[in-house]
T-cell receptor, first 115, second 114 residues
Framework: NAGVTQTPKFRVLKTGQSMTLLCAQDMNHEYMYWYRQDPGMGLRLIHYSVGEGTTAKGEVPDGYNVSRLKKQNFLLGLESAAPSQTSVYFC??????????????FGPGTRLTVL | GENVEQHPSTLSVQEGDSAVIKCTYSDSASNYFPWYKQELGKGPQLIIDIRSNVGEKKDQRIAVTLNKTAKHFSLHITETQPEDSAVYFCAAPDRGSTLGRLYFGRGTQLTVWP
């Protein structure tokens, strides 16, 4: 049981390049999330998904797109990378333990640098 | 959406001392408050949580208290050890939209000196 995995672990892009970050979970969770973590800013939600084929915007969605074609995978795309997107990106998945309780399981993160 | 504020942003304690991190939230309807620990180079991991019908919950050296009237909750770590050094995040749920979404505080960097 690998939990939540993220690919790649590190990436350096030039401004204007595109890339896709892959998140996979093997826990059969319905909900999946993409966060970015910047110094002093905590975890900010980019996009999330409440089930296969559905996605929604979070707090900071501009410049990113997502897709959830399969329940176990959640992809985050940067169409034209900008230096402001330099960050550590975390994927998470969750389930409902009890009504109103959702434990999120996080991946190890992807460190992205945009030059 | 929910607004979660967390203090302090950094905290240094001597091994064996206690550490307290405090969070406030804005939505009085919120009823579930988790705490996550992030070790260096890893993703956050849930360490303890509390529901709004409970005032305090303990798990060995960590405890969380909740004051619904004042809309704040705190993480207490007793007999701190160097392995407690990490970033700690509090969170509260988004009651107004899709289930499962959490709003996180900005984090507290705890350093425990031997």
């Amino acid at each position: 049981n690998a939990g939540v995995t993220q690919t790649p672990k590190f990436r350096v892009l030039k401004t204007g390049q595109s890339m896709t970050l892959l998140c996979a979970q093997d826990m059969n969770h319905e909900y999946m999330y993409w966060y970015r973590q910047d110094p002093g800013m905590g975890l900010r939600l980019i996009h999330y998904s409440v089930g296969e084929g559905t996605t929604a915007k979070g707090e900071v969605p501009d410049g990113y797109n997502v897709s959830r074609l399969k329940k176990q995978n959640f992809l985050l795309g940067l169409e034209s990378a900008a230096p402001s997107q330099t960050s550590v990106y975390f994927c998470a998945s969750s389930y409902s333990r009890l009504a109103g309780e959702y434990e999120q399981f996080f991946g190890p993160g992807t460190r992205l640098t945009v030059l | 959406g929910e607004n979660v504020e967390q203090h302090p942003s950094t905290l240094s304690v001597q091994e064996g001392d206690s550490a307290v991190i405090k969070c406030t939230y804005s939505d009085s309807a919120s009823n579930y408050f988790p705490w996550y620990k992030q070790e260096l180079g890893k993703g956050p991991q849930l360490i303890i949580d509390i529901r709004s019908n409970v005032g305090e919950k303990k798990d060995q050296r960590i405890a969380v208290t909740l004051n619904k009237t004042a809309k704040h909750f705190s993480l207490h770590i007793t007999e701190t050890q160097p392995e407690d050094s990490a970033v700690y995040f509090c969170a509260a749920p988004d009651r107004g939209s899709t289930l499962g979404r959490l709003y996180f505080g900005r984090g507290t960097q705890l350093t425990v000196w031997p």
